[in-house]
C-alpha cells in the first residue's frame, strides 16, 4: 500500500477510518496500530529535554538506542546500534561497535561521530536530560573529549569521574537522551546556535523502525513505517497515537473496535474490559513511584515534625493502595523500587492521626494550616490528592486541591514553587539502586542556581550530605554484596532524614488490548518497542 501524499491526507484517512456506526462493527486498519493515550505530560520530543514515561514510548520507536534491555530481564543488555561493547578494567571507559549498514530516516549513514554528538548536545544544552549525565561527571567543558568517535563505528566513553559502569549501561539502554540523532539533519535546521532544539521540539531525526510523520499536541502523533530500517520493516505500516484522557470513552472504542490498544483506563473500566470477549490486560511493573512531596522551601515543611506529620502519619497508605491503586501501582514506601537485592523491607507508615497532632503541636500547629496540593488531573493522580486532603483535614490541615496539566504541576516542582504535590517520578528505568536514589533522594547543590530539575531532592529543596555521601560511596563500590549493603544504609539514612519525598505506591503500567493484536510486550524501562507487533484478525461476531 503506498503512503498517504501529505500529512493532512493522513490525518483525514485515520479520522474517516475511526468514524465507525451503531450499525457496523468498527475495525482499525490490519497494518495499523490505534493507541488511545493520554499526552498531557507530553511536551516535547527534544531527546534532551523530554521527560516522562510518555515520550520514551515514542522515542524508542523512532530513533534508536546503542544498547537495549530486555524486556523480561531489565539486568540484560542487548544489541542495538552497538553490536559489541566492553568495560575497560578500571572501569573507567566504555568502547563501542556500531554496526554496519544503519541509516537514518534521511538515508544518511548512521556512524559513531552521530552518537558522540548525540550525547554531547545533551550536556551542551545542559536542559533537563543532562542531570544523569552530570551525575557520572560529565559537563559541557569535559563531554567533547570524554565522549568521541576513534572511527567511523567505534564510539569511546570515558567516564571523568569513578562510578558504575554498568549503571552508565543501563542508562544508555533507556534514557531517552540515548538515543541517537541524525547529526546533519539536526544542524540543518538548527537556529541561533539552538543545536535543533526548537525544531527537535515536535519534529524527529532518528533511525528507528517507525519514522515521525506529525505530532499535534494533545491530539494525535503518527509514525510511519521506515522501510530503510537496519533489522527489517516493521510488521506495522503506521502506528497512530490518539489523545484521549476519558476512560468511559476509551473502554467505548476498545469495546467496539475503534481502538487496538488504550492506557490510562479507571479501575472499573479496566476490570470490565478484563472480562470481555474481544479484550485482554498486561500490566508490567516499573521503577517510577507515585509519591506524596512537599516543599522544605517552605517554612511549615523545612520542620521536619511537620514532614513526619504530614508524609508519614496524614497518608492512608493502607486506603489508597486498596482501592485506588489496582492496576496502577502496588504497595511501596521505599526509594528503591521492589526487586533489586538492595531493597529493604517496607517501613510500614500508616495513617495515625494522633501522632500527627503531636508532632504538629510540637512544631508550632496545634490547629493545623492551610496549604495546597498540586495534583495533575487525571487519574490516579486526583484520587490519591483528594484521599490525601482528608486525611490531612483531620489534623486541622486545610488542603486547597490544584489540579492541572503535567506542565503546569512539575513546573511548579521545578521551579521549586509549591507547597504539596502528588507526583509520579524517581527514576527506576534503569535496573540499579542508583537510579531512583539518585533522582529522589540525591542533591549535592540545593541552591536554586544549580537547577538540577531532573532531581526530585532539588525540586523539594531537601539535602543531605550525609545521605549524598553514602549514596555516592555506595556507586563507588566494585564488590556487590559490600555495595548492596551500602545501598541499603543509605536507605536508612533516607529515612532518619525524614526526606521531602515519600514513595507510597510503585508504579504498575496496565494496558487493555484488542485480542487480535500480537506481539506487544510492556517494557518495565517503558522503552516499549512495537517493531514486532502486529495483527491477527479474529472473526466479527
Known amino acids: 500500500m503506498k503512503p498517504c501524499l ?93 554496526r554496519r549498514g544503519a541509516k537514518f530516516h534521511s538515508g544518511h549513514p548512521v556512524t559513531a561521530e552521530d552518537a558522540a554528538w548525540s550525547l554531547q548536545r545533551v550536556l551542551r544544552l ?117 489523545h484521549m484522557t476519558e476512560s468511559q470513552s476509551l473502554r467505548l472504542m476498545l469495546g467496539r473496535g475503534d481502538l487496538d490498544i488504550g492506557t490510562g483506563l479507571s479501575v472499573p473500566d479496566i476490570e470490565a474490559l478484563k472480562k470481555g470477549p474481544e479484550t485482554e490486560v498486561e500490566a508490567v511493573k516499573r521503577g517510577t513511584l507515585y509519591y506524596v512531596a512537599v516543599s522544605a522551601k517552605d517554612p511549615k515543611f523545612a520542620d521536619p515534625r511537620v514532614r513526619q506529620a504530614v508524609l508519614r502519619h496524614l497518608i492512608d497508605f493502607d486506603g489508597i493502595n486498596r482501592t485506588v491503586m489496582p492496576h496502577y501501582g502496588v504497595y511501596h514506601q521505599r526509594p528503591v523500587p521492589l526487586g533489586l537485592p538492595a531493597t529493604l523491607p517496607e517501613p510500614g507508615y500508616r495513617l495515625d492521626v494522633a501522632a500527627a497532632k503531636r508532632l504538629l503541636a510540637e512544631a508550632g500547629h496545634p490547629n493545623g494550616f492551610k496549604t495546597t496540593i498540586r495534583v495533575v488531573a487525571e487519574s490516579p493522580f486526583t484520587n490519591i490528592a483528594t484521599s490525601v486532603q482528608a486525611t490531612l483535614a483531620q489534623a486541622g490541615i486545610e488542603a486547597s486541591i490544584l489540579p492541572g496539566t503535567g506542565n503546569q504541576v512539575y513546573g511548579a516542582m521545578r521551579e521549586r514553587n509549591f507547597e504539596i504535590i502528588v507526583g509520579r517520578g524517581g527514576g527506576g528505568a534503569e535496573p540499579h539502586p542508583h537510579s531512583s536514589l539518585r533522582a529522589l533522594a540525591y542533591n549535592p547543590d540545593n541552591s536554586d542556581k544549580a537547577k538540577l530539575t531532573n532531581f526530585q531532592g532539588w525540586r523539594t529543596s531537601f539535602a543531605d550530605p550525609a545521605l549524598n555521601q553514602l549514596i555516592e560511596s555506595a556507586l563507588l563500590q566494585r564488590d556487590e554484596a559490600k555495595q548492596t549493603q551500602t545501598y541499603q544504609e543509605a536507605q536508612r539514612a533516607f529515612e532518619a532524614a525524614v526526606p521531602a519525598i515519600q514513595p507510597i505506591s510503585q508504579m504498575v503500567d496496565t494496558v487493555v488490548l484488542r485480542k487480535e493484536v500480537r506481539n506487544y510486550l510492556s517494557h518495565p524501562s517503558a522503552t516499549t518497542r512495537l517493531r514486532e507487533v502486529y495483527k491477527q484478525r479474529l472473526p466479527l461476531p
Request: proline share 5%; with cysteine.
Open 126 to 242: 545542559n536542559l533537563a536530560l543532562a542531570s544523569p549525565w552530570k551525575s557520572y561527571g560529565f559537563s559541557a567543558k569535559n563531554v567533547e573529549q570524554a565522549i568521541r568517535a576513534v572511527d567511523e563505528h567505534t564510539l569511546v566513553i570515558d567516564l571523568p569521574a569513578p562510578t558504575d559502569p554498568r549503571l552508565v549501561l543501563y542508562t544508555l539502554g533507556t534514557s531517552v537522551s540515548a538515543v541517537v540523532l541524525d547529526r546533519r539533519t539536526v544542524l540543518e535546521h538548527e537556529k541561533n546556535g539552538d543545536l535543533g532544539a526548537a525544531w527537535l521540539t515536535t519534529h524527529a531525526a532518528g533511525s528507528g523502525p517507525f519514522r515521525l510523520d506529525q505530532w499535534r499536541a494533545k491530539e494525535l502523533l503518527l509514525m510511519s513505517r521506515f522501510d530503510g530500517y537496519w533489522r527489517e520493516p516493521a510488521k506495522l505500516r503506521r502506528v497512530v497515537l490518539r
Open 6 to 98: 501529505t500529512l493532512r491526507a493522513c490525518t483525514l484517512a485515520v479520522s474517516l477510518l475511526l468514524a465507525g456506526t451503531a450499525a457496523v462493527q468498527a475495525r482499525t486498519p490490519d497494518d495499523q496500530l490505534v493507541v488511545g493515550v493520554s499526552m498531557n505530560n507530553l511536551l516535547t520530543l527534544d531527546p534532551a529535554a523530554a521527560t516522562g514515561n510518555d515520550v520514551v514510548e515514542i522515542a524508542c520507536n523512532v530513533y534508536d538506542y546503542l544498547v537495549e534491555l530486555d524486556p523480561k530481564d531489565t539486568s540484560k543488555v542487548l544489541p542495538g546500534l552497538a553490536e559489541s561493547w566492553s568495560i575497560a578494567p578500571d572501569g573507567r571507559s566504555l568502547s563501542f561497535k556500531l
